[in-house]
């Protein structure tokens, strides 16, 4: 492989905090390594996973990676600045292939050991940009994440004003159903409708669980 990615800065005394997992949106994994690695672009990742399960490191994880954009977690905004970002070889509408969900699986064991990360740092774009992304996308298997104890996957919890659950999760301000879409994103993909009971409980659950783990 050529050399990583010129697209990278200074973590502004922000320690590593967040995993933030994202599609690459494009056809193929060599389209994508040009964009993320193309000074013009003006975007980078720190890893990107290939389709057949290769890792490939474009920026050192002590650089702050331009992955993440406008947007927040937890209060917090300049996500860049606080995260590792892992780009998946992924056109965002096709499944996610075994040997490449393996190796994600991996890697995100391997960066949080390194930084000392739990499960409730591992988020995806669309967590973080309600609205702007969607990206890791509804065809990624976040159970499989959160049976390697590499993500949250909640539980049902009390039928609870879904607003409520919402900010103590951490999912950023926005347009009610601009929210509920980017939760039922990662945690019902294929809902429809208006709230229902069932997102309610479920975003109680995750925000028990949230508060658990602070």
């Not at 000074?39 to 331009?66: F, M």
């Not at 607003?163 to 509920?180: C, F, I, M, Q, W």
Request: charged residues 25%.
């Amino acid at each position: 492989m050529s050399e990583g990615s010129p697209n990278h800065g200074d973590r502004r005394g922000q320690r590593i905090a967040l995993i933030v997992l994202h599609y690459t949106g494009m056809a193929d994994g060599a389209s994508a390594r040009a964009r993320l690695c193309d000074p013009a672009a003006e975007v980078s990742a720190h890893w990107l996973v290939h389709e057949d399960g290769q890792t490939e490191a474009l920026v050192p994880e002590d650089r702050r990676a331009w992955h993440a954009g406008a947007g927040s977690w937890q209060g917090q905004d300049d996500v860049n600045s606080r995260s590792i970002g892992i780009e998946i070889v992924n056109p965002g509408d096709a499944p996610f292939p075994v040997e490449q969900m393996d190796a994600v699986v991996a890697l995100v064991g391997q960066i949080a050991g390194r930084h000392g990360l739990g499960p409730e740092a591992v988020i995806g774009h669309s967590d973080m940009a309600p609205g702007r992304k969607c990206d890791p996308g509804p065809r990624f298997d976040w159970q499989r994440l959160a049976r390697a104890g590499l993500a949250i996957w909640p539980v049902c919890g009390d039928d609870r004003p879904l607003t409520e659950s919402l900010d103590a999760a951490g999912y950023p301000s926005a347009d009610p159903a601009v929210r509920l879409a980017a939760f039922r994103l990662r945690y019902r993909p294929w809902a429809s409708g208006p709230e229902s009971s069932e997102d309610r409980r479920l975003a109680a659950g995750l925000a028990a669980l949230t508060a658990r783990t602070d």
